[in-house]
Structures are given as C-alpha cells and as structure tokens.
C-alpha cells in the first residue's frame, strides 16, 4: 500500500484513490468506533491490506481503514497446532513468528506482503493439487459486522457465515483476528528445471501427482518453459550461496526489469526478449524452512490478470493460448503462470466445487495489456473460468452470480451482516450488486 498526500495507489500502480479519511486503529474497540460512525453519517468504509491486489477492490473516496497497527500472534495452541493472531499481520511476520513457535502454514504463495485477512479475503492461493488455497486454513474469525457487533465466528458456530466469511472481499466486516490451522514446522527441497513447454504438457498427470507443490512458467512465443518442484525435506537447509543471490535478484529481477524497460520502449523486441527471458531460467536445488522457500522476491512491477479452470483443462487451455497468441502477435515478454489447487466449499471461492488449475497472465507495468487481457479472459470463460478476485478481470455481478452455485446464499448473508451497505465502493457494488 501507498499512501501520502497525494493519495494512495496500489502495488502496481494500476488503482489510485484519494479517501476522505485514513484510519489506523490499534483495537478492535476503534475497529467498531469506526463502522459505526460510517452508519450514523452514512458514509462508506473500505479495508486495505498491503494493497497487492490488481483491481480496485480496496480503492475508497471516503474512509480507508489499515490494520497495520493490529498485527503479531495473540494466543497459541501447542496440542491442538492452532494460532490465533491479529488480521494485519503480514504473512512474512506471520511466517516467522509461528516458526519461533514450532509451527507452520499448510501452504502459501509466492509472495509474502500481503496481510493474512487481505489473503485469505481475495483467495489467494499457493500450487498444490492436494492443498487448498489460504482461506481453507482457517479455524474462527472475529469480524466487526457492517453492524458494528463483534462476532466470534467457526464453522459450528455459524456455518452459513463462516462459508460467507472465508472469502468475503471485505463486505460482510472488517476481519479483525484470525485463528489458523497449522502444521508443525517443516523444510522443503525446491528445484527449478527448464524443459519445453511440449513435454511440460505431457507430463502434468505425473508432476502435479507426484509433487507437494508444482507450478510452471512458459514464455509467449518461446520453446523452454521453467517446472518449480517443491516437497518436503529432513534434509539440512543450503546456505546462501553467492549464486542464489545472483541468480534471484540480479537475474530474475534486476535483468528482467532492464530487459522488460527495453520492451516497453521498444515494443518490438518483446517476442525476443521473452526467448530470452526463456533461455536464461534458473536451473538448480535448495532446501529451506517452508515460510522462506514459499515466497520469492518481486522487484519488477505489473499487472496481472488470473483465472481458475477445472484441473483438466489445464493443457487444452495453454494450447488455445498459444493459437491466440501466434495469431494475435501480442506484445508481451512476462511469463505465464500456471498452478494447481484442491477443491473446496467455500461460497465465492474460485475453487468452489472443483480441483483446479490457475493460469496468470501478466503484463510489464507501462505496457498496455488490455487487448492481451480480454482475448486471453475470453479463453479462460470458454472453459468455465472464474476470475481470482484480486486480479484484472473484466466480470460483473450478472456474469459473475452464474459462476457461483451459492451466490445468492452470499448475498442474503450480505443482507444480514451489512443492511446499510457501508462497506462498498463503485467497484464493489458492480462486482456485487
């Protein structure tokens, strides 16, 4: 998040806002002074986290509440692996202070700045076909209701809400303390690999199968593609080499980004430069504990548009993707991610019901992307695609209520938790309402 006098801006740059009021409460009482005041004046309140998202789910022109200063562990439970701790908390923090205490998250994604209440809201998830994405690692949420009544909310306790809550995209309260599920802490052995994106195809079955976690990234109009191997390990953590550090800030982000500003100036070496990119992935093992091996350093700005699919379309849509892009000539030289998540119950998660695929497609910050983003979303959407909810996307609420079996039971949750519709902005009502 950004924020000064001039106003606040996300991550990429992509969403600037001007709020009325930024509020920093340090209390669950300030959390409820806050709504309340929003529906005695009627006035509008939107939660940012660290402000990763890519649309203006967070943006607000009234009141902007941060819970930077509510962020560590509250209380811990030993026997039953359990934590609960406050929802600014930041997942690089969080990861460190559970690994004090002996334990560790299920899994995670590859970066680390987000709040746990930002993450786990939007869905944001890790790579895994047997692990679901953040949201499913939660025991109890205390939330501060759009009514201002505090709430201590499971899946016994009020299972209708609790399937509302865990993705709610902050409209149903303000997220104020998360209780997680955990694991006792564990390392991990990761391995980059470049192959031809062909015979990455082939062989999906088998790598998703046969890894804890699999992800790939192939490159527009280039032949090899980068396989990310990742499962648990006794083995002693590798230490720092001098290489790791060359290879993963000076090449995949100091390179990357001079390469990446010769493609926006130069629009034309874009195809080049993305087989470039594509020769030059880093091939090689480390073993670290799981909070540090997850997350990878971002330096080069961008904007992101990602969908999940059902597992099976994985490949048929890559190959759809390719076709478009030979015909289409884009000009993009970023990556394309592609990951794994296991099904779940949750009411607006894009994994609702299905073992999934992830499939992000990127665009270097300055470049345009929105003739690349709608022919790529176009693809996604013929394969039942729905957005991830803090990406780009172009959907709305008459679209987006047909992706989703329990939106209307969503929406009368809404109904109860938030009647004077406070905790909206322009964006959110559309995607909503």
């Known amino acids: 998040m950004k924020q000064d006098s001039s106003g606040w801006s996300n991550w990429s740059g992509s969403v600037q806002a001007t709020p009325r009021q930024v509020i920093m409460p340090s209390s669950i009482e300030e959390v409820v002074h806050t709504v309340l005041l929003c529906r005695r004046e009627g006035r509008r309140l939107r939660t940012v986290g660290s402000g990763h998202s890519f649309t203006p789910i967070a943006a607000s022109d009234d009141i902007l509440i941060s819970l930077d200063r509510m962020q560590g562990i509250v209380s811990i439970d030993p026997e ?3 934590a609960t701790v406050w929802a600014g908390t930041k997942l690089k923090l969080l990861g460190e202070l559970l690994f004090e205490n002996g334990l560790a998250q299920e899994n995670l994604g590859d970066i680390d700045v987000q709040s746990i209440a930002g993450a786990i809201s939007t869905g ?11 949201a499913t ?6 939330v501060v209701t759009g ?16 399937k509302a809550f865990q993705i709610s995209l902050g409209t149903l309260g303000i997220i104020v303390q998360v209780t997680l599920k955990l694991e006792p802490a564990y390392k991990l052995e990761y391995e980059s690999r470049r192959i031809p994106l062909s015979e990455c195809l082939q062989q999906l079955p088998k790598l998703a199968g046969d890894n804890r976690h699999f992800e790939f990234y192939w490159f527009p109009y280039a032949q090899p593609c980068q396989i990310k191997l990742t499962n648990k390990t006794d083995k002693e953590v590798t230490g720092r080499r001098a290489w790791d550090h ?14 990446s500003e010769v493609s926006r100036r130069l629009p034309g070496t874009s195809k080049h430069i993305s087989r470039i990119s594509a020769s030059q992935v880093p091939v090689g093992r480390k073993i670290d504990h799981s909070h540090r091996l997850f997350a990878t350093q971002r330096y080069v700005r961008f904007n992101e548009m990602e969908y ?25 030289h970023f ?10 119950d949750i009411w607006l998660s894009p994994a609702h019901g299905r073992d999934s695929a992830y499939i992000a497609v990127h665009m270097y910050k300055g470049m345009p992307h929105e003739e690349y983003f709608e022919a790529m979303e176009q693809i996604f959407l013929n394969y039942g695609g729905r957005p991830h909810w803090g990406k780009m996307h172009k959907l709305q609420a008459a679209q ?3 992706l989703y079996p329990k939106w209307h039971s969503f929406q009368a949750v809404r109904e109860e938790l938030d009647p004077d519709r406070i905790l909206l902005n322009d964006y959110m009502q559309k995607l909503l309402d």
């Open 246 to 259: 060359i290879s993963e800030v000076w090449i995949e982000n100091r390179l990357f980004g001079l390469l």
């Open 308 to 332: 999940n699919l059902p597992a099976e379309a994985m490949a048929p849509a890559i190959e759809e993707m390719r076709e478009a892009m030979s015909r289409g000539k884009y000009r993009v």
């Open 124 to 134: 944001t998830h890790g790579t895994g076909r047997t692990l679901g994405n953040i």
């Open 400 to 402: 987006l209520q047909t």
């Open 147 to 162: 009514t201002g009544e505090v709430v201590q909310c499971t899946e016994q306790s009020h299972p209708e809400w609790f």
């Open 137 to 142: 690692q939660i025991a109890e949420l205390t």
């Open 335 to 344: 990556p394309i991610e592609c990951r794994y998540a296991k099904g779940d």
């Open 80 to 82: 039953a692996r359990t």
